[in-house]
């Protein structure tokens, strides 16, 4: 059974940092392509960041360019979202989710409907 699980959400002030988690069970993240998605209350689920199985590459939504960063731990079978410079508009409930290797065109990473797994989600609210 595939299981994503997200950690690390919390209250943070306007420039802060947080690092979010996704612990994976069930499968190999390393042997996926893997995106970070958030839903802020009342609106749409956006992509934030995706990272391709053995691409050097990352990409980003461009209102996070910059000041997020994506990065695996694949001996922890963990993926990371490491989050700076926070704003009140980053406020949402972020996911991880993956699809399988180079199954996700780069000029399509942030739609949902070509990931597979999904996880719980972890709240994140940027306020002071």
């Known amino acids: 059974q595939v299981q994503l699980v997200e950690s690390g959400g919390g209250l943070v002030q306007p420039g802060g940092s947080l690092r979010l988690s996704c612990a994976a069970s069930g499968l190999t993240l390393a042997s996926y392509d893997i995106g970070w998605f958030r839903q802020a209350p009342g609106k749409e689920r956006e992509g934030v960041s995706f990272s391709r199985r053995r691409d050097t590459n990352a990409y980003y939504a461009d209102s996070v360019k910059g000041r997020f960063t994506i990065s695996k731990d694949n001996a922890k079978n963990t993926v990371y979202l490491q989050m700076n410079s926070l704003k009140p508009e980053d406020t949402a409930v972020y996911y991880c989710?993956?699809?399988?290797?180079?199954?996700?065109?780069?000029?399509?990473?942030?739609?949902?409907?070509?990931?597979?797994?999904w996880g719980q989600g972890t709240q994140v609210t940027v306020s002071s």
């Open positions: 989710a993956t699809a399988p290797a180079w199954s996700v065109p780069a000029s399509s990473w942030y739609v949902g409907a070509l990931y597979n797994y």
